[in-house]
């Protein structure tokens, strides 16, 4: 069988990369190793937003994604609890993550965005629940949530509806090139060749893995996290929140020396889903692939969250789940074709932002695949960039 293009993951990337590139007529060929949700798509928190992102391109790109989440679930057919502008938060406990807090917004404020520092009193109208000792708080008006497993599938129907076929429980194990290294196609587990001039390698944190079969080495590797969640209560929380160190965890880890943080790297991140239960991280970890959850990081979430919002020492976690980030050593994801294998192209590597990030990947990757151009530069995520 020949097609335009095959993507190799189908995880909530490579199902919007599908999606995409099914709006612009292309004869696409899905392939999944497991099933959709199996990767991080389906054990991650669904905060959609701008404030946790990295100033500069990446900010650029959240802020592009939300204006599709817009319109996302009309296009699609379907509900993914998207809520919008339910606003985000960034608690500081003292001066100084006060300051690095408001030095992170006055970077962030070059995307045109609304990110203020307001009190904690302030902060305390929005949400009331919030500890009434902490130093103050970064503020994001809009930003919103969603619940990424029935995104990844919303995505993965409309997709199908527009002519994408999908194969699940069917791994690539090589991709072919001619001998002028151009790759023409993929072989799967059951042995089968599928035709294609273009490959996409979406295939979250085992995309070092699939890179190989292509000759490339990928700084992609699994950053484990942790979260628990909650009985449903009532109307509790209506931002999403992460604490101070959140940020400085994710993109800036070096400057870190207490070796108790660094060790599991636990910080705060909680929001309410639709059902009433309280989804609370979180940590990064370098477990491999390991997806169990500890005890030690078990406790330490439990503790962050009660140091912010004291009123869940009342509340019973019912659950735990651990899920791996794609972890790139820049905090960008490896988005676009690379010059090293002519028709392979990357949408890996979205670490902590791929749920944010999902929609505006799969148009602009689309547009650079089918018109060989995208709309915003994807410069800044070339693959090559590492070599
Ligand atoms: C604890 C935690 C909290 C998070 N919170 C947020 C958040 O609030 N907001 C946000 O934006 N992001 C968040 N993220 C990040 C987000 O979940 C990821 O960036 C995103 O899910 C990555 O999607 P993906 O499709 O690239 O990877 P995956 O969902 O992992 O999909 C990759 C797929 O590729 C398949 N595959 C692998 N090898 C092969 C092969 N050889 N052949 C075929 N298929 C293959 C796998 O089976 C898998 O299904 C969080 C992640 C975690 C773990």
């Not at 292509?214 to 009985?231: C, H």
């Not at 019973?316 to 794609?326: E, K, Q, T, Y």
Request: net charge neutral.
């Amino acid at each position: 069988m020949k097609y335009d293009v095959i993507i190799v993951g189908g995880g909530i990337i490579g199902c919007s990369v599908a999606y995409y590139l099914s709006k612009r007529n292309q004869k696409v060929l899905l392939l999944e190793k497991r099933d959709h949700a199996q990767g991080s798509a389906g054990a991650t928190d669904g905060v959609v937003s701008y404030h946790t992102k990295k100033p500069g391109a990446q900010m650029d790109l959240a802020v592009q994604s939300l204006k599709l989440y817009e319109t996302l679930e009309k296009e699609l057919g379907e509900s993914v609890e998207f809520v919008p502008d339910c606003g985000g938060m960034q608690l500081a406990e003292n001066k100084d993550q006060w300051d690095m807090l408001s030095k992170i917004a006055d970077k962030q404020r070059e995307s045109g965005v609304d990110i203020r520092m307001i009190s904690i009193d302030e902060a305390r109208e929005i949400e009331p629940q919030l500890a009434p000792d902490l130093y103050g708080v970064l503020y994001a008006p809009c930003g919103g949530k969603v619940e990424p497993i029935k995104l990844t599938m919303a995505f993965l129907h409309a997709a199908k509806r527009q002519g994408v076929e999908v194969k699940n429980h069917l791994g690539v194990t090589e991709i072919k090139k001619d001998s002028a290294g151009k790759v023409i196609g993929v072989v799967t587990e059951d042995g089968s060749f599928y035709e294609a001039p273009k490959v996409v390698i979406s295939s979250g944190s085992w995309s070092a893995e699939v890179g190989k079969m292509a000759g490339l080495d990928l700084p992609i590797k699994p950053r484990r996290g942790q979260l628990l969640v909650t009985e449903a209560v009532g109307p509790f929380m209506h931002c999403t929140a992460q604490c101070a160190l959140y940020n400085v965890i994710k993109f800036m880890p070096e400057t870190i020396k207490d070796p108790k943080i660094l060790h599991i790297g636990a910080s705060l991140s909680i929001h309410q889903t639709e059902n009433g239960g309280l989804l609370i991280g979180g940590t990064r970890e370098w477990a491999g692939f390991d997806r169990f959850n500890s005890l030690e990081a078990v406790e330490a979430i439990a503790h962050r969250a009660l140091r912010f919002f004291p009123a869940l020492k009342n509340v019973s976690v019912i659950r735990a789940f651990a899920g791996l980030r794609p972890y790139t050593p820049d905090s960008k994801a490896l988005i676009g074709g690379t010059k090293k294998v002519p028709g392979l192209y990357l949408a890996a590597g979205h670490e902590g932002d791929g749920i944010a990030l999902a929609p505006i990947t799969g148009k602009l990757l689309s547009e650079e695949i089918v018109d060989g151009r995208s709309s915003y530069s994807l410069e800044p995520f070339s693959p090559d960039r590492f070599s």
